[in-house]
T-cell receptor, first 110, second 113 residues
Framework: SQQGEEDPQALSIQEGENATMNCSYK?????LQWYRQNSGRGLVHLIL?????REKHSGRLRVTLDTSKKSSSLLITASRAADTASYFC??????????FGAGTTVTVRA | EAQVTQNPRYLITVTGKKLTVTCSQN?????MSWYRQDPGLGLRQIYY???????DKGDVPEGYKVSRKEKRNFPLILESPSPNQTSLYFC????????????FGNGTRLTVT
């Protein structure tokens, strides 16, 4: 069953702006992961945040996790054209299945 | 180079004609998994394998088979493909189950007519 749900479905921003997308889930998780997909290619892992962590950074990426609200957000700062992609959250709730949401499509305009 | 290799990249076939999509990883990963991706539905897990000779159903296993005879290979078999199996398929692997990221192949776009 699909656990994570991303919001918004699509996002269009100007180069240099920040992009924020959210992920909500329904049951307790071990960790939550964010992946990027370019044009129907394979997904690439961006960042993993464990259930006992609240915030994590990786370069221009910032991920937060609020387990009380069962939600996570991914912030991309100072966006570039190369950030144009679909972004997926994946929830690991410990039964050997990693469940992906439907994704947020981000378009960065030059 | 560490990678997950899927073949073929594109496949067009007819209903009922058995096919196999191969997947191989060179990272000595124990865990491997197959997903299908359909518009608006995200990725849905078909089958996964925790190790050699150990496989289990994901969320949408109907119409698919897998085998894990060697650690590096995890083929996906469609015994009698149907048009509703037209999709983009991804193989993925990881070092271990807990908190290890998945490494994905580049996908196989299957069309069943």
């Amino acid at each position: 069953s699909q656990q994570g749900e991303e919001d918004p479905q699509a996002l269009s921003i100007q180069e240099g702006e920040n992009a924020t997308m959210n992920c909500s889930y329904k049951t307790s998780i071990n960790n939550l992961q964010w992946y990027r997909q370019n044009s129907g290619r394979g997904l690439v892992h961006l960042i993993l945040i464990r259930s006992n962590e609240r915030e994590k950074h990786s370069g221009r990426l910032r991920v937060t996790l609020d387990t009380s609200k069962k939600s996570s957000s991914l912030l991309i700062t100072a966006s570039r054209a190369a950030d144009t992609a679909s972004y997926f959250c994946a929830t690991d709730f410990g039964d050997y299945k990693l469940s992906f949401g439907a994704g947020t499509t981000v378009t960065v305009r030059a | 180079e560490a990678q997950v290799t899927q073949n073929p990249r594109y496949l067009i076939t007819v209903t009922g004609k058995k096919l196999t999509v191969t997947c191989s990883q060179n990272m000595n990963h124990e865990y491997m998994s197959w997903y299908r991706q359909d518009p608006g539905l995200g990725l849905r897990q078909i089958y996964y394998s925790m190790n050699v000779e150990v496989t289990d159903k994901g969320d949408v296993p109907e119409g698919y088979k897998v085998s894990r005879k060697e650690k590096r290979n995890f083929p996906l078999i469609l015994e009698s493909p149907s048009p509703n199996q037209t999709s983009l398929y991804f193989c993925a692997s990881s070092a271990r189950r807990d908190d290890s990221p998945l490494h994905f192949g580049n996908g196989t776009r299957l069309t069943v007519t």
